[in-house]
């Protein structure tokens, strides 16, 4: 397969000026460092990751209570590494303490909407003080250093300050997706050995309250060991509180002192245990510690978005996703200003998203594909209703583009003067393996860079490096975000990333680089088709369909043919008063067209909708288990499982 078989081969459409360039995050790290041109950079950091990490902990102003033996130790194998030997640090120093009794405490850390309109903010002061308070409260119930305290709520201040509160006292924080039912709940906080829970009432979604303290009650009651709930009023519903265990957070927070010690900890202690999602088995908790995912996240923040000190940043997200802990803190950090959005970002209408951005005068936004999939059919008018002028730089994750909506974006959101800064890489690892970033010159849909510090390659299943060809990303060295493990699970993890190729930690997608340098992802290395002898990505499908006007979304899947050995079936969702059986007729002839006739699929379906998790990512071995009439695995990712019953019923 090559780049224009996946659509995706083309010109540079955005050229950063010398303006940027000269303000740009990454080129003050570069002069820091005596380094002369970005080239250099990336070679230079994937070779030496070591004086990578040091002088990116140094630019960053990271403090150490106790100055660090050993930067990186590789004793163990560079599947096992350890970071900062010997020092001590607890992430809370740098995040907020350090800014307390400067002027800069009284800058703007935390910004709030609600669906329903309402806005708070915090000052860097204001944050610490309730980040003490909720900190005293954890100690006052027993809970302190290495303990594991789930956060199961909208995304609001008090989950900010229950986060930070966590760190603070030494625990570990167990992020979950506001959306999960109580067995995904459960398994996650017995997995991770939960002591407390931190809920809500309830959330707004559309105007409507759902009910989250009631999935609570029933999580953790098939966890033993869970002692405490605290429980944030946001919706109002009506709750059940259990008598001794369960305590109202406004009762409880603002009875405690604004003083708090920092607990001390090692800076590679655990952090936090993240799950990520997976179609079969127990949830894959990987581990973070107080040096690696905040350093890797800011980073990634700093060179890749260019966040500087007083910048706002809204990434659409959810606690349970690791953007959620990512844009924390990056944002603290960095002393930027992080912005919450509790609710849908098409609700009450489509121009939600824009007109919060007017409003609070957002400087850069993260968004998903399918956030822009959605909004197309709704025309123009929407965004170019509200001034964006505030905008600087517009992020992407969770899925691969295609050509069409990519280009939307960036002539209707962006003007052609917004760079679009695609980033890949996933929870395991803190962060990106490849990002843009603003110094760069961008082709529609590509990856302009591979992150620094992230020795990163395309390998043939030989294990070769291979340029202008499809192959598995892989990275060649240990970098300050790797996941120390997979939680009680070692072996897991290393026959998730370790068992390929000898020494290399092998992603799972597929990835090309073009001969500009430019990278592409091209899916998930498990999601790859193969149809008549030809090795076929989704994406190289999805493009096509998603080109016809009446295409929202689309997803392709292969299935066994007792003929040819595998053919693909497509799944689209239309909008607008097309009839169904030309669509189907007009995508045939264009797949046909485009791909050739071996390649055409056995079946068009069309459904309301397409099975993914809350951060937009599409699940198609879940997809294609429901069009099998397979067991799909855990679901508890989903956004909408009901979407798996109405493929099944599409199949049948």
Same mark, same amino acid.
């Given at each position: 397969?090559?780049?224009?078989?996946?659509?995706?081969?083309?010109?540079?459409? /955005?050229?950063?000026?010398?303006?940027?360039?000269?303000?740009?995050?990454?080129?003050?790290?570069?002069? &820091?460092?005596d380094i002369s041109d970005f080239e250099t950079?990336? *070679? @230079?950091?994937?070779?030496?990751?070591? /004086?990578?990490?040091?002088?990116?902990?140094?630019?960053?102003?990271?403090?150490?209570?106790?100055?660090?033996?050993?930067?990186?130790?590789?004793?163990?194998?560079?599947?096992?590494?350890? $970071?900062?030997?010997?020092?001590?640090?607890?992430?809370?120093?740098?995040?907020?303490?350090?800014?307390?009794?400067?002027?800069?405490?009284?800058?703007?850390?935390?910004?709030?909407? +609600? *669906?329903?309109?309402?806005? @708070?903010?915090?000052?860097?002061?204001? =944050?610490?003080?309730?980040?003490?308070?909720?900190?005293?409260?954890?100690?006052?119930? !027993?809970?302190?250093? !290495?303990?594991?305290?789930?956060?199961?709520?909208?995304?609001?201040?008090?989950?900010?300050?229950?986060?930070?509160?966590?760190?603070?006292?030494?625990g570990i924080i167990l992020p979950l997706f506001?959306?999960?039912?109580?067995?995904?709940?459960?398994?996650?906080?017995?997995?991770?050995?939960?002591?407390?829970?931190?809920?809500?009432?309830?959330?707004?979604? @559309?105007?409507?309250? %759902?009910?989250?303290?009631?999935?609570?009650?029933?999580?953790?009651? &098939?966890?033993?060991?869970?002692?405490?709930?605290?429980?944030? &009023?946001?919706?109002?519903?009506?709750?059940?509180?259990? +008598?001794?265990?369960?305590? /109202? $957070?406004?009762?409880?927070?603002?009875? &405690?002192?604004?003083?708090?010690?920092?607990?001390?900890?090692?800076?590679?202690?655990? =952090?936090?245990?993240?799950?990520?999602?997976?179609?079969?088995?127990?949830?894959?908790?990987?581990?973070?510690?107080?040096?690696?995912?905040?350093?890797?996240?800011?980073?990634?923040?700093?060179?890749?978005?260019?966040?500087?000190?007083?910048?706002?940043?809204?990434?659409?997200?959810?606690?349970? #996703?690791?953007?959620?802990? $990512?844009?924390?803190?990056?944002?603290?950090?960095? !002393?930027?200003?992080?912005?919450?959005?509790?609710?849908?970002?098409?609700?009450?209408?489509?121009?939600? %998203?824009?007109?919060?951005?007017?409003?609070?005068a957002i400087t850069q936004l993260g968004l998903?594909?399918?956030?822009?999939?959605?909004?197309?059919?709704?025309?123009?008018?929407?965004?170019?209703?509200?001034?964006?002028?505030?905008? @600087?730089?517009?992020?992407?994750?969770?899925?691969?583009?295609?050509?069409?909506?990519?280009? /939307?974006?960036?002539?209707?959101?962006?003007?052609?003067?917004?760079?679009?800064?695609?980033?890949?890489?996933?929870?395991?690892?803190?962060?990106?393996?490849?990002?843009?970033?603003?110094?760069?010159?961008?082709?529609?849909?590509?990856?302009?860079?591979?992150?620094?510090?992230?020795?990163?390659?395309?390998?043939?299943?030989?294990?070769?490096?291979?340029?202008?060809?499809?192959?598995?990303?892989?990275?060649?060295?240990?970098?300050?975000?790797?996941?120390?493990?997979?939680?009680?699970?070692?072996?897991?993890?290393?026959?998730?990333?370790?068992?390929?190729?000898?020494?290399? #930690?092998?992603?799972?997608?597929?990835?090309?680089?073009?001969?500009?340098?430019?990278?592409?992802?091209?899916?998930?290395?498990?999601?790859?088709?193969?149809?008549?002898?030809?090795?076929?990505?989704?994406?190289?499908?999805?493009?096509?369909? =998603?080109?016809?006007?009446?295409?929202?979304?689309?997803?392709?899947?292969?299935?066994?043919?007792?003929?040819?050995?595998?053919?693909?079936?497509?799944?689209? %969702?239309?909008?607008?008063?097309?009839?169904?059986?030309?669509?189907?007729?007009?995508?045939?002839?264009?797949?046909?067209?485009?791909?050739?006739?071996?390649?055409?699929?056995?079946?068009?379906?069309?459904?309301?909708?397409?099975?993914?998790?809350?951060?937009?990512?599409?699940?198609?071995?879940?997809?294609?288990?429901?069009? =099998?009439?397979?067991?799909?695995?855990?679901?508890?990712?989903?956004?909408?499982?009901?979407?798996?019953?109405?493929?099944?019923?599409?199949? +049948?």
């Amino acid at each position: 397969m090559g780049l224009d078989d996946a659509g995706l081969e083309g010109s540079f459409v /955005w050229e950063p000026t010398p303006e940027i360039i000269q303000r740009a995050n990454v080129t003050h790290f570069m002069h &820091q460092n005596d380094i002369s041109d970005f080239e250099t950079l990336i *070679e @230079r950091a994937g070779s030496d990751v070591g /004086w990578f990490t040091d002088a990116l902990l140094r630019f960053l102003d990271i403090r150490f209570r106790k100055p660090y033996d050993k930067i990186l130790d590789l004793s163990e194998g560079i599947a096992w590494p350890k $970071w900062c030997v010997g020092g001590e640090m607890n992430i809370i120093d740098n995040c907020l303490d350090k800014r307390i009794g400067t002027p800069f405490e009284h800058e703007t850390a935390l910004i709030w909407e +609600s *669906e329903e309109g309402a806005s @708070r903010s915090m000052t860097y002061a204001e =944050l610490t003080r309730q980040v003490n308070r909720a900190a005293n409260a954890l100690r006052g119930l !027993g809970l302190g250093h !290495g303990d594991a305290v789930g956060l199961y709520m909208p995304l609001t201040p008090e989950e900010v300050i229950a986060c930070l509160a966590v760190v603070k006292i030494g625990g570990i924080i167990l992020p979950l997706f506001s959306g999960y039912g109580s067995g995904a709940v459960a398994s996650r906080l017995a997995d991770g050995n939960a002591k407390a829970l931190v809920t809500a009432d309830g959330a707004m979604r @559309r105007g409507r309250v %759902v009910p989250m303290k009631p999935q609570a009650d029933e999580a953790a009651a &098939q966890v033993p060991g869970l002692q405490h709930m605290l429980v944030v &009023q946001r919706a109002g519903n009506t709750v059940v509180m259990q +008598s001794g265990r369960d305590h /109202w $957070w406004h009762e409880l927070i603002p009875a &405690q002192s604004d003083l708090a010690e920092t607990e001390p900890t090692g800076a590679d202690d655990p =952090l936090m245990i993240i799950y990520t999602s997976g179609t079969t088995g127990r949830p894959k908790g990987a581990v973070h510690t107080h040096c690696g995912f905040p350093i890797k996240a800011t980073q990634d923040m700093a060179f890749g978005m260019d966040v500087h000190p007083g910048d706002r940043i809204f990434w659409m997200t959810d606690m349970g #996703w690791m953007m959620g802990p $990512w844009l924390i803190f990056g944002t603290l950090l960095l !002393g930027a200003t992080m912005f919450l959005f509790d609710g849908a970002p098409d609700y009450p209408g489509p121009d939600r %998203v824009w007109e919060m951005i007017e409003r609070h005068a957002i400087t850069q936004l993260g968004l998903s594909p399918t956030f822009i999939r959605a909004l197309i059919p709704e025309g123009k008018e929407p965004v170019l209703s509200h001034d964006l002028s505030s905008l @600087r730089t517009i992020g992407s994750t969770g899925e691969t583009w295609n050509p069409d909506p990519w280009m /939307w974006l960036f002539e209707v959101v962006g003007k052609r003067r917004l760079p679009i800064i695609n980033y890949s890489g996933g929870t395991e690892l803190s962060g990106g393996i490849i990002m843009g970033n603003p110094t760069r010159p961008i082709k529609p849909c590509a990856l302009s860079a591979v992150c620094p510090g992230m020795a990163a390659d395309v390998f043939d299943d030989e294990g070769h490096s291979v340029v202008g060809q499809v192959g598995e990303l892989v990275i060649k060295a240990p970098w300050i975000g790797i996941t120390r493990g997979f939680w009680k699970d070692p072996e897991r993890y290393l026959a998730a990333y370790w068992s390929k190729f000898p020494n290399t #930690w092998v992603h799972g997608d597929w990835a090309m680089v073009d001969e500009d340098g430019q990278w592409y992802i091209l899916g998930r290395s498990d999601d790859t088709l193969m149809i008549a002898g030809k090795r076929l990505g989704p994406a190289e499908v999805e493009s096509i369909l =998603l080109s016809h006007p009446h295409v929202v979304s689309a997803a392709a899947i292969g299935v066994p043919d007792p003929i040819k050995g595998s053919v693909v079936v497509c799944f689209c %969702v239309l909008h607008g008063e097309g009839d169904p059986q030309r669509v189907r007729a007009e995508l045939t002839d264009r797949l046909i067209k485009d791909l050739g006739k071996p390649l055409a699929p056995k079946a068009i379906l069309f459904v309301p909708d397409l099975p993914r998790t809350r951060n937009a990512k599409l699940m198609r071995r879940m997809l294609r288990s429901a069009y =099998l009439g397979e067991d799909p695995g855990d679901t508890s990712a989903l956004v909408n499982p009901e979407s798996l019953e109405a493929i099944r019923e599409a199949a +049948s």
